[in-house]
């Protein structure tokens, strides 16, 4: 293994809600990129999901339009596991979230790859060590953990399994941070490693404030936005602790703690909705009544709002 990462070839397997935003990213930046469903319908979706980001990040002026036109013929689309990832010098798994599925994929990737290849799963909090153990060799296994939308959240977790090369790791960090991305290194393989297990602290508390009536939906998310969330991504948490003072967060945590909501399955406001079809903007009704919303009207004006965003984040990380 070496210190150093410099891919010709990229592959993602599984042609998503995430893998078509990797392949995209991979795409703008210049590679060339294998996407592999074995799926035809899912695959051809995918292909236009991919030339619909490219317009975007073209129009909001992320790409130019010959760096568009590149990367528009840049990604090659198969059904066929092997024509994608047999010369690739990365593979990102983005398949189903299920560990067995994860699994076979790994120790198919083992048998159509070269030794050299460097496998990564785009899992978002299951056990890269228990995925490794499919592949041939765990010390080219690795956690890509990008945020959705791919192709704009900064954000990819790094994950090193218990057999992951430590300079492999680093030069794939490396890799990804050349691509304009965040990219952090998770040392020890916990489930949904830093970014899920925070945000799922989060959204418990939250579907829990809305079972017991502390306030309506509107308004715990007016209070996420308005509050610590609009400071979150100026002082992250130990920023905003150590300016508040940590005697002050102390002191919160003293009275605070007992009464926060301590389950361990899944919140009864999210099970009632899962349980009644209610999913969310895909189905017209979740928390929130999308009825009467175009979904992709709705993911179009998202995307837009977190490409400005985006642009604030890159002028103070710089």
């Known amino acids: 293994m070496t210190d150093r990462f410099d891919p010709e070839r990229l592959a993602v397997v599984g042609a998503g809600t995430m893998g078509h935003g990797i392949a995209a990213t991979f795409a703008s930046e210049g590679y060339d990129v294998g996407l592999h469903d074995a799926n035809e319908e899912r695959l ?53 979230e299920d560990l067995e599925v994860k699994r076979t994929v790994f120790e198919d990737l083992s048998e159509l790859t070269s030794p050299e290849t460097v496998l990564a799963s785009n899992t978002s909090g299951l056990s890269i060590t228990e995925i490794a153990t499919a592949a041939d060799a765990p010390e080219r296994v690795l956690g890509t953990h990008w945020f959705n939308p791919p192709h704009i959240v900064p954000l990819v977790e790094v994950v090193k399994g218990e057999r992951t090369n430590d300079d492999l790791a680093a030069a794939v960090t490396a890799f990804l941070d050349g691509l304009g991305k965040t990219a ?130 890159e002028s103070t990380n710089a």
């Open 184 to 313: 952090i290194t998770v040392e020890k393989d916990v489930p949904g490693y830093i970014g899920n297990r925070i945000q799922m602290a989060m959204c418990y508390e939250a579907f829990s404030l809305l079972d017991r009536g502390v306030a309506s939906a509107e308004d715990i998310d007016k209070a996420v936005k308005a509050g610590f969330g609009f400071r979150l991504p100026s002082m992250g948490i130990f920023e905003k602790v150590d300016q508040s003072g940590i005697d002050v967060h102390y002191a919160i945590e003293s009275y605070l703690m007992e009464a926060l909501d301590r389950g361990t399955d899944p919140n009864p406001v999210v099970t009632e909705l899962v349980e009644a079809g209610d999913l969310g903007l895909k189905t017209g009704q979740g928390v929130y009544d999308w009825d009467d919303k175009d979904p992709e009207a709705v993911v179009a004006a998202r995307d837009s709002e977190l490409l400005e965003q985006l642009e604030l984040y």
């Open 44 to 96: 051809e979706t995918g292909r236009e999901r991919i030339r619909e980001t490219l317009r975007l990040l073209r129009d909001e002026g992320r790409i130019d339009h010959a760096a568009f036109d590149r990367a528009t013929s840049a990604v090659t689309y198969s059904t066929e596991l092997e024509t994608v990832v047999g010369d690739a010098d990365l593979v990102v798994e983005a398949v189903t």
